[in-house]
């Protein structure tokens, strides 16, 4: 099964972009790259999923690398509430079905 | 619209111990996913079922974890007999159909804890 690889914690300032990275580099070409986040003592949160091509919404931007074997979640203005766990996951289409691989994630600290 | 809806919140047991968990995932959505997530980890994936078959069990403990989905709406999970290494929060997800782009919605969980 195809894994991803995320730095264990980061740190950013309240109002600055933030540059969220994740390795996937036994990703196929089908895989579908998801983002979800995990505030404390709730349920992960959808953020934003991407094949091929670069992806916006309300939320983020995610930048995916031309082959694709990594890519970036991009938080245009970090406030105090998008302190979260980040987690990158693949979407796979294997013989036992539709797999979704979630790893340990990035803390994101945000300082006021 | 309602979310995914869990109860009970929070259980605590003894080992050997049986204990339930319950999943009302968002009206209409036929994909509704199990998770466990052990304390400083992702959440792993243990079932997966499309309306009220199982389209993916590979990681569920099934000498001692069962889980069903009749008529295709609500869901429960069973521990039985429990061990200590089952102290999780056991997530609930539901989605409008299976496919690789499809969000998942998650529930608050249920926080496990085996004495």
Redesign the interface.
Known sequence: DAKTTQPNSMESNEEEPVHLPCNHSTISG???IHW?RQLP??????VI?G?TSNVNNRMASLAIAEDRKSSTLILHRATLRDAAVY?CIL???NT??????????TRLFVKA | EAGVAQSPRYKIIEKRQSVAFWCNPISGHATLYWYQQILGQGPKLLIQFQNNGVVDDSQLPKDRFSAERLKGVDSTLKIQPAKLEDSAVYLCASSPRQGLYNEQFFGPGTRLTVL
């Open positions: 089908t895989d579908y979800y003592s709730q349920g992960p949160e959808y999923h094949l987690y979407r796979a289409l036992g079905g539709f797999k979704t691989i979630f790893g340990a994630g």
